[in-house]
Nanobody, 116 residues
Framework: QVQLVESGGGLVQAGGSLRLSCAAS????????MGWYRQAPGKQRELVAD???????NYADSVKGRFTISRDNAKKTVYLQMNSLKPEDTAVYYC??????????WGQGTQVTVSS
């Protein structure tokens, strides 16, 4: 079992920045990939960014050049640095991880609201 808890969401003006954090606990060994998804009301949940055990990263086209994903050395916390935020970034952001043996886990989500 893996538990994920997000923090760092809030209200920010367009052009501003936020940093999201996701703390993992439980069976953190053999986590292959951690990432961030987001979902706005009435829209499908979409991948924002992820990072593999080896440090390889992927980003949605809509956030490339603006967002940066990283994690600590123990793989207990993953971060999403969000710069140059736009109103269309407004969504609930969910932390996600894929464990090699236990499957997929989700956090409860943190709200990010970007005002014009």
């Amino acid at each position: 079992q893996v538990q994920l808890v997000e923090s760092g969401g809030g209200l920010v003006q367009a052009g501003g920045s936020l940093r999201l954090s996701c703390a993992a606990s439980g069976s953190i060994f053999n986590i292959y990939r951690m990432g961030w998804y987001r979902q706005a009301p009435g829209k499908q949940r979409e991948l924002v960014a992820d990072i593999t055990n080896g440090g390889s990263t992927n980003y949605a086209d809509s956030v490339k050049g603006r967002f940066t994903i990283s994690r600590d050395n123990a793989k207990k916390t993953v971060y999403l640095q969000m710069n140059s935020l736009k109103p269309e970034d407004t969504a609930v952001y969910y932390c996600n991880c894929v464990h090699s043996y236990s499957g997929q886990y989700w956090g409860q989500g943190t709200q990010v609201t970007v005002s014009s």
